[in-house]
């Protein structure tokens, strides 16, 4: 093997130490923002209702104030920030979704909390069901440490369709959106959010591959390792990325021709089948996967395919506009 082919990566994945001090008031400080922006929100004439202030409310201090009780030397990681800036970046894309489409822009205060919530929540059951049921039920008390690391995609997914469901059901029917229609937008903002967190997996020297004698494999020193494996968290993001460019062209210079549900159709697709091929050349997350010819990565993508094939041929044959079709109302009546 070629040693000048190899690339080293020495990356610390802690950008820096925060004293608990200066943590805990930044905690405290966006706890209150929280609820003050939730509350001044609920004084608009188009704003968020008490009882969905109420609700950020009791999640924002419960959560909050776990955090801030059991932080410790708390770290400013590559992951964090790359986690987030996702999440940011589709915040705003949802902000351009919903004024090009002439949609309140106050409906994304509950929209954005509820896919951190799912997201988080959901990644973190997905792992505790999906990869180590065992080690979870008999230490219930570790489900809570999610700042240990152990979040599944798969999980995620689940859950934010779920949340979808609900805010759909809340919202739809007053600004004229279904399920699907709100799922192809969601599809594009997280195909550019799962490749900013695979980009945290490099950042972290996690998550990556088998050893390689390619001349683009990474030696994950903080990992322990010497010799190059396969950079499996660069493969993700690139086919990630891929996927949202794919998906954001269509929705901007195809949006008269598509139907609803082929972005979301997809992204399962492009997601999932990618990283069951990616999966091949992955170490395996966990003991029990040693001798199984698919990896449990691999087992949970297959259905998300098959939907996502099933969503492609169904959005040709119902053949649903991609874009939101207001009936006209006149004196309490749709004419």
């Not at 943590?23 to 706890?31: F, G, H, P």
């Not at 792992?127 to 180590?132: A, E, S, T």
């Not at 029917?173 to 699907?180: A, E, G, R, T």
């Not at 992204?267 to 395996?284: A, L, P, Q, T």
Request: glycine share 10%.
């Amino acid at each position: 093997m070629n040693s000048l082919l190899q690339i080293v990566w020495d990356v610390n994945p802690v950008i820096v130490n925060i004293p608990a001090s200066v943590a805990k008031i930044c905690c405290v400080v966006i706890m209150l923002s929280t609820i003050v922006g939730s509350y001044l929100s609920t004084r608009k004439p188009d704003g968020i209702k008490k009882q969905e202030f109420y609700y950020i409310s009791a999640v924002t201090l419960l959560i909050g104030g776990v955090i801030a009780f059991k932080i410790g030397s708390p770290e400013l990681r590559y992951y964090g920030l790359l986690f987030m800036t996702g999440f940011v970046i589709g915040y705003y894309m949802f902000v351009w979704f919903f004024k090009r489409e002439n949609l309140p822009i106050n409906l994304l205060e509950t929209l954005l909390f509820l896919l951190i919530g799912c997201t988080i929540i959901g990644s973190r059951l997905g792992h505790v069901l999906f990869y180590q049921p065992d080690y979870y039920l008999a230490n219930p008390g570790e489900i809570f440490k999610v700042w240990e690391g152990g979040l599944a995609s798969h999980g995620g997914t689940i859950a934010i369709m779920l949340g979808i469901w609900w805010y759909v059901k809340k919202y739809g029917k007053k600004y004229d959106f279904d399920y699907l229609w709100l799922l192809d937008r969601l599809a594009i903002a997280t195909s550019f959010a799962a490749m900013f967190i695979r980009l945290g997996n490099l950042m972290n020297s996690e998550i990556y591959g088998n050893q390689t004698d390619l001349p683009w494999g990474f030696v994950f020193v903080h990992a322990g390792e010497i010799f190059p494996k396969h950079p499996t968290q660069l493969y993700e993001a690139l086919c990630y990325l891929a996927t949202g460019v794919i998906l954001f062209t269509l929705y901007k210079y195809a949006n008269k021709k598509i139907y609803r549900g082929l972005l979301l159709g997809i992204f399962f697709i492009g997601i999932f089948f990618s990283r069951f091929m990616i999966e091949f050349v992955k170490e395996n997350q966990v003991n029990f996967e040693e001798g199984m010819t698919l990896n449990m990565g691999q087992l949970l993508s297959i259905p998300f395919v098959i939907l996502g094939v099933y969503l492609i041929a169904r959005s040709f044959k119902v053949k649903t506009p991609f874009e939101i079709v207001r009936p006209v109302r006149g004196k309490g009546k749709i004419k």
